[in-house]
C-alpha cells in the first residue's frame, strides 16, 4: 500500500482493470489534496498520514489496492515491479522512513526481496542535489545498459513520439532514463556513460514539458513499455564499447588517404580536379562517428576540432557531384562496416585496423 500510494501511477499498468486503477487513482488524489488543503492553512500535516491509509469507503478501492498488491507481488517479475517501485521512492525521506518502521511487521520474503535495496533507502541527512541522486537498477537483468545507444534507433522513439515533448530533448532523455534502469546511479553518471556533455539548455524544455499536468506520469508509462520492448530484442553491438573505443577520434590521416585513393579511382578527370577533399575531412569524420557508435552527430568528437583551420560542415559531404557523393558515402560506409569489426573484436587493437585498397 505504501509504495503504491507513494509512487503511483508508476505500475497502474498493472491493474486488472481499468476500474479498479481509476479507483486507486480517485483515493490517491484525495489522499493528496487533503493533504495540500492542510498545509494551505498553515497546519503541519505529515506525508506518512497520506501515503498508506487505507480507502475507507468505498470498499472496492480496497479491494481494487489489494489486488494490484497482489498482482505485484505473485507476478513472475515481482522482485523488478519492486525494484521499479523502490527508484520512484529513493529519494522521499517520509517513504523512507515509514518502510523503516514497517519492514519488521513484513513477512519473511517481503523482508528479503526489499533488503536487497533498502542500503539505497536509508535517510541522508545532507542528500545529492537534485537529478544526482542515486538510482537502483529496475530492469538489470533484462537488458544490459552496454547495448543501448547515444541515438535512440527510430523504432524504440516510436514509443515516445506521440508524447508530444520536444523530440530531440526527449530522445536524449530516454537513452538517459534506460541506462538507469538498467545499471542504476544517478542522471549526470547515466549521461555520462552515454558520452553526453553536462546538460544542456536544451534539456530546460523538456523538464517544462514534464511539468504540465499529467505529461510526467505519460512519459514514464511510455517509458515502461520501451523498457519491455527494448528487454525482448536479440542485440549483440556493445555501443559503450564503440564509444569507448572511438573517444576524440576522427579518421586517422593514412586511412582518409586510403579512402580517397579508392573514390578517385570510381572518378571522372574533371571530377578530380573539382573535389577538394580538404574541405569534407572533418564532416566525414563526424558521421562516420555516428555510423560507428549510433552516436548524436552533435556530440561528435571530431565535431569541435579545427583541422588545419577548416571549420568544416555536416552539409560539406552534399556540395559534390551526386555522383562522386554516392561513391563516397559507399567507400566510407565500407571502411566504417571494416573498423567496427575490428573494435567489436573480444581484444581490438588501435594498430589493427583495415586500410581500404587503392
Known amino acids: 500500500m505504501l509504495l503504491?500510494?507513494?509512487?503511483?501511477?508508476?505500475?497502474?499498468?498493472?491493474?486488472?482493470?481499468?476500474?479498479?486503477?481509476?479507483?486507486?487513482?480517485?483515493?490517491?488524489?484525495?489522499?493528496?489534496?487533503?493533504?495540500?488543503?492542510r498545509q494551505d492553512k498553515g497546519k503541519r500535516s505529515l506525508a506518512i498520514r497520506s501515503l498508506d491509509a487505507p480507502p475507507t469507503d468505498p470498499a472496492a478501492a480496497t479491494a481494487a489496492f489489494l489486488a494490484l498488491a497482489t498482482r505485484i507481488l505473485t507476478a513472475p517479475a515481482a522482485r523488478e515491479h519492486l525494484n521499479h517501485l523502490l527508484a520512484h521512492c529513493a529519494n522521499t525521506t517520509?517513504?523512507?522512513?515509514?518502510?523503516?518502521?514497517?519492514?519488521?511487521?513484513?513477512?519473511?520474503?517481503?523482508?528479503?526481496?526489499l533488503s536487497l535495496r533498502l542500503h539505497d533507502l536509508r535517510i541522508r541527512r545532507k542528500g545529492p542535489r537534485p537529478g544526482h541522486a542515486y538510482t537502483p537498477p529496475v530492469t538489470e537483468d533484462r537488458f544490459d545498459a552496454r547495448h543501448i545507444p547515444q541515438y535512440l534507433p527510430d523504432s524504440w522513439f516510436a514509443f515516445l513520439a506521440a508524447l508530444g515533448a520536444p523530440a530531440e530533448s526527449l530522445r536524449r532523455d530516454a537513452a538517459v532514463r534506460l541506462v538507469q534502469m538498467s545499471r542504476g546511479g544517478s542522471r549526470p553518471q547515466a549521461a555520462s556513460y552515454l558520452g553526453f556533455p553536462p546538460p544542456v539548455a536544451s534539456q530546460r524544455r523538456l523538464l517544462t514539458w514534464q511539468s504540465a499536468p499529467g505529461n510526467a506520469t505519460r512519459y514514464t508509462t511510455a517509458l515502461a513499455t520501451l523498457a519491455d520492448?527494448?528487454?525482448?530484442?536479440?542485440?549483440?553491438?556493445?555501443?559503450?564499447?564503440?564509444?569507448?573505443?572511438?573517444?576524440?577520434?576522427?579518421?586517422?590521416?593514412?586511412?582518409?588517404?586510403?579512402?580517397?585513393?579508392?573514390?578517385?579511382?570510381?572518378?571522372?578527370a574533371e571530377e578530380q580536379h573539382k573535389t577538394d577533399w580538404h574541405l569534407y575531412y572533418q564532416a566525414a569524420s563526424v558521421w562516420a562517428w555516428a555510423h560507428l557508435t549510433h552516436g548524436d552527430y552533435l556530440y561528435a568528437p571530431a565535431r569541435y576540432r579545427r583541422f588545419h583551420g577548416v571549420p568544416g560542415s555536416l552539409s560539406a559531404l552534399n556540395?559534390?557531384?551526386?555522383?562522386?557523393?554516392?561513391?563516397?558515402?559507399?567507400?566510407?560506409?565500407?571502411?566504417?562496416?571494416?573498423?567496427?569489426?575490428c573494435i567489436d573484436r573480444p581484444a581490438p587493437d588501435t594498430n589493427d585496423r583495415p586500410l581500404l585498397p587503392n
Open 229 to 268: 520492448y527494448v528487454a525482448t530484442l536479440d542485440q549483440h553491438t556493445d555501443w559503450h564499447r564503440r564509444r569507448t573505443h572511438l573517444q576524440g577520434w576522427s579518421i586517422p590521416g593514412a586511412e582518409w588517404d586510403a579512402i580517397i585513393a579508392a573514390v578517385h579511382h570510381q572518378q571522372t
Open 319 to 341: 556540395r559534390v557531384s551526386r555522383h562522386t557523393h554516392h561513391a563516397f558515402r559507399a567507400t566510407l560506409r565500407e571502411y566504417c562496416n571494416a573498423l567496427a569489426t
Open 4 to 37: 503504491i500510494h507513494a509512487t503511483w501511477p508508476a505500475e497502474a499498468r498493472l491493474t486488472p482493470h481499468t476500474g479498479d486503477a481509476d479507483l486507486i487513482e480517485a483515493h490517491i488524489n484525495e489522499r493528496r489534496s487533503a493533504r495540500r488543503a
Open 94 to 113: 517520509a517513504v523512507r522512513t515509514r518502510i523503516d518502521h514497517l519492514l519488521p511487521h513484513c513477512s519473511p520474503g517481503l523482508q528479503t526481496a
